[in-house]
């Protein structure tokens, strides 16, 4: 199965910051990478599809980049309602599998 | 509006079986795939199993593999997930995810989870 780590596990932000989160894939995945964000007990929720293409209806401030093995999520200035943990994936391969998720908290 | 219901979780003891349903709604589901993908409390996402439109390809995570069984009902518009032989570690929020039929099959609509524990 792919490997998929992310980075850092958790960080601590402030309203307005930049935040990056980071993926890596233990194997060329090309763009077949998807970002989901979760906020405490809701389901997940897709932001970012194909590495970067932002599902309709998420803010412009999120965006996903990168292709191969490394991926980021960037949101350009941190909300109140971002404040969650966020999830990369993988679908190139049929197994499908996720990062461990990064918690974005204050 | 596309909807997704999860039910069957429940407190059961080791060794026995549960079954999980997930009814489909607002969309033609023999269109897309389906996948359950579960979460352990307080932990990351997992992802269980899948199966295509028509039954033909079905996969499954190795922890599963064996005891778990995907199915699906396009008449009744059901996807299910039959576990047997089931472990403490198997406790969690079972969520049924529907997967894009595009080229990056990204799980676009999700349930909100039925939640199974496994122990005496």
């Known amino acids: 199965d792919i490997q998929m780590t992310q980075s850092p596990p958790s960080l601590s932000a402030s309203v307005g910051d930049r935040v990056i989160i980071a993926c890596r894939a233990s194997?060329?995945?090309?763009?077949?990478l998807n970002w989901y964000q979760q906020r405490p007990g809701q389901a997940p929720k897709l932001l970012v599809f194909?590495?970067?293409s932002l599902q309709s209806g998420v803010p412009s401030r999120f965006s996903g980049g990168g292709s191969g093995t490394e991926f980021t999520l960037t949101i350009s200035s941190l909300q109140p309602e971002d404040f969650a943990t966020y999830y990369c994936?993988?679908?190139?391969?049929?197994?499908?599998?996720f990062g461990q998720g990064t918690r974005v908290q204050i | 509006e596309v909807q997704l219901v999860e039910s069957g979780g429940g407190l059961v003891q080791p060794g026995r079986s549960l079954r999980l349903s997930c009814a489909a709604s607002?969309?033609?589901?023999?269109?897309?795939?389906m996948h359950w993908v579960r979460q352990a409390p307080g932990k990351g996402l997992e992802w269980v199993s899948s199966?295509?439109?028509?039954?033909?390809?079905?996969e499954y995570a190795d922890s599963v593999k064996g005891r778990f069984t995907i199915s699906r009902d396009n008449a009744k518009n059901s996807v299910s997930l039959q576990m047997n032989s089931l472990k403490p570690e198997d406790t969690a929020l079972y969520y049924c995810?529907?997967?894009?039929?595009?080229?990056?099959?990204?799980?676009?609509?999700w349930g909100q989870g039925t939640r199974v524990t496994v122990s005496s």
């Open positions: 995810a529907r997967a894009d039929s595009g080229f990056y099959q990204y799980f676009d609509y």
């Open positions: 607002g969309f033609t589901f023999d269109d897309f795939a």
């Open positions: 199966i295509s439109w028509n039954s033909g390809l079905v």
């Open positions: 194997e060329n995945i090309a763009s077949y």
């Open positions: 194909g590495a970067s």
């Open positions: 994936q993988q679908t190139y391969r049929t197994r499908r599998t």
